[in-house]
């Protein structure tokens, strides 16, 4: 008996972690996307100024002190740079959402249980170790950056490259602690009590009609009071009405 309760003690403990270390990634995903603001702001500037009036507008800045913050080189890497932070702020908190993109050909077919088996074989052969490698790797591939203060090969480009190569070490980061996560939970799906399955997130799992998932009603998704067909079908047997009436002239 006592051994039980030290079993399931141990488990809410692991989903306690898990819950922890998913607000990381969520946290930096959320803060991320907000760089999607100034990422279209500086496209549709960089378009209109090279379109409107032949380009007049760009070439005014060129005759300009502008030119040195705003010139079609920087405002081009710029582009590429915030997009690039921005989706390496966010796959870690978009595979806590299951939100990534999945080619379950053949895992949507089996069990929820075999699919937790799959997820478990995916994170400790092939997710968590590849994080581990490549993280180890970007080590020296940003400190030889930033000891070469190295920038951009245009002339006009941006420096400081080592600032958007740190993202990736961050996007490295932000995806283990969401694998690691994810890991705990299939552990308890897969090893803990039964009582305990209803507590953990299992939104890794492609199954729709999973007992432990969440189900949303037809009021949480279009709010209250909105009729479905379904609703309108029912109601019309109801009343004795056909839901197929033919078309008279």
Not at 105 to 118: H, P, T
Request: with cysteine.
């Amino acid at each position: 008996m006592g051994l039980r309760i030290k079993v399931e003690a141990s488990m809410r403990r692991m989903l306690d972690i898990a819950d922890s270390l998913e607000r990381v990634p969520q946290f930096f995903g959320r803060l991320g996307s907000w760089l999607i603001i100034p990422l279209i702001t500086i496209v549709m500037f960089d378009v209109l100024t090279r379109k409107l009036g032949g380009g007049a507008i760009q070439q005014w800045i060129q005759t300009t002190s502008l030119y040195h913050i705003l010139s079609p080189t920087k405002l081009q890497e710029m582009e590429w740079h915030l997009h690039g932070a921005l989706f390496m702020l966010a796959i870690g908190f978009s595979y806590t959402m299951n939100a990534h993109v999945r080619v379950d050909v053949l895992r949507e077919k089996v069990s929820d249980r075999r699919q937790a088996w799959i997820e478990l074989f995916g994170l400790l052969v092939f997710l968590i170790p590849y994080l581990l490698v490549i993280g180890y790797l970007c080590l020296d591939f940003i400190g030889r950056a930033y000891s070469s203060n190295e920038a951009s090969t245009a002339m006009t480009g941006l420096s400081h490259r080592w600032i958007i190569k740190s993202f990736l070490l961050a996007c490295l980061i932000l995806v283990l602690f969401a694998g690691i996560a994810t890991l705990l939970r299939q552990l308890v799906y897969l090893f803990g009590p039964e009582h305990l399955r209803g507590d953990v997130k299992m939104n890794m799992l492609t199954s729709a009609v999973a007992e432990h998932l969440p189900h949303l009603d037809d009021e949480d998704v279009y709010g209250p009071g909105h009729t479905t067909e379904d609703d309108l079908a029912h109601s019309d047997v109801q009343a004795g009405g056909d839901t197929h009436p033919e078309i008279k002239y």
